[in-house]
């Protein structure tokens, strides 16, 4: 796909350039993209914030959240493959977890500066 060209004329070229050698690529600005997409859910977002309490499982998770334990585990799926949990198996059980104290910090973080903004 061809990028599309501005219809502006720079004001500052060595600005533009500066800046454009600090632009992440755009398989990096894709896959953070894609994780801000999973963090827009609030029914993940839900799940994310139990898990940060305790490692649960997703029948667990279902009822904390009135919902059903196929919703849950699909999230959790999904999720998953985005590096937010991790599970581990016990027996017949998979319990679930946060990946790392990164995805704690970052919903901190989004709900600090949430809760500050004058509505």
């Known amino acids: 796909m ?5 219809d502006c004329q720079p004001l500052q070229p060595d600005v533009i350039s500066q800046v ?3 632009m992440p690529d755009e398989k990096d600005l894709e896959k953070v993209t894609s ?4 963090l827009g859910d609030q029914t993940r977002l839900r799940i994310l914030f139990a898990l940060k309490e305790k490692e649960m499982c997703a029948g667990d998770i279902a009822v904390l959240l009135n ?3 196929s919703a849950v585990s699909h999230q959790l799926a999904v999720m998953r493959n985005m590096h937010q949990v991790r599970s581990r198996r016990e027996g017949k059980n998979v319990f679930y977890s946060l990946d790392d104290q990164h995805i704690v910090d970052i919903i901190q973080e989004a709900f600090i500066h949430m809760t500050h903004v004058d509505n």
Request: hydrophobic fraction near 25%; charge should be positive; avoid cysteine.
């Open 2 to 6: 061809e990028k599309k060209k501005s």
């Open 35 to 38: 994780f801000f997409k999973i």
């Open 20 to 22: 454009e050698d600090k």
């Open 67 to 69: 919902m059903t334990k």
